[in-house]
């Protein structure tokens, strides 16, 4: 069964860290692209926004207010997608999603072969 669980959200202050992952099943991330996605409260499901995208041997893209904060990794021997957020902040609160697909344009993924997980929460408040 091919599958994207998602974990690490949490609630935390501003300025703080988290690293969300992202762990596969069912196939590898070897190949294709992968990127991470969030949904703000009140946003409807399907008009989240995309965070950041990574082909592979191609340099990460990043939405503009994540830009320095945000770090998209993968580790192929675990089969997960990392996400490093540092210095949160109250905006950066959203259910964070990932997908695997085909390639990025800029932090969209196109050609997404995965079916939406649960995602993770991540709650910025002071």
């Known amino acids: 069964q091919v599958q994207l669980v998602e974990s690490g959200g949490a609630s935390v202050q501003p300025g703080e860290s988290l690293r969300l992952s992202c762990g596969a099943s069912?196939?590898?991330?070897?190949?294709?692209?992968v990127g991470w996605f969030r949904r703000a409260p009140g946003v409807e499901l399907g008009k989240g926004a995309g965070?950041?995208?990574?082909?592979?041997?191609?340099?990460?893209h990043y939405r503009d207010s994540v830009k320095g904060r945000f770090t998209i990794s993968v580790d192929s021997a675990k089969n997960t997608v990392y996400l490093q957020m540092n210095n949160l902040r109250p905006e950066d609160t959203a259910t964070y999603y990932c997908?695997?697909?085909?390639?990025?344009?800029?932090?969209?993924?196109?050609?997404?072969?995965?079916?939406w997980g649960q995602g993770t929460q991540v709650i910025v408040s002071s």
């Open positions: 997908a695997a697909g085909v390639v990025c344009l800029n932090t969209v993924l196109l050609g997404v072969r995965t079916s």
């Open positions: 965070v950041s995208c990574l082909s592979n041997d191609k340099p990460a």
């Open positions: 069912g196939f590898t991330l070897d190949h294709g692209a």
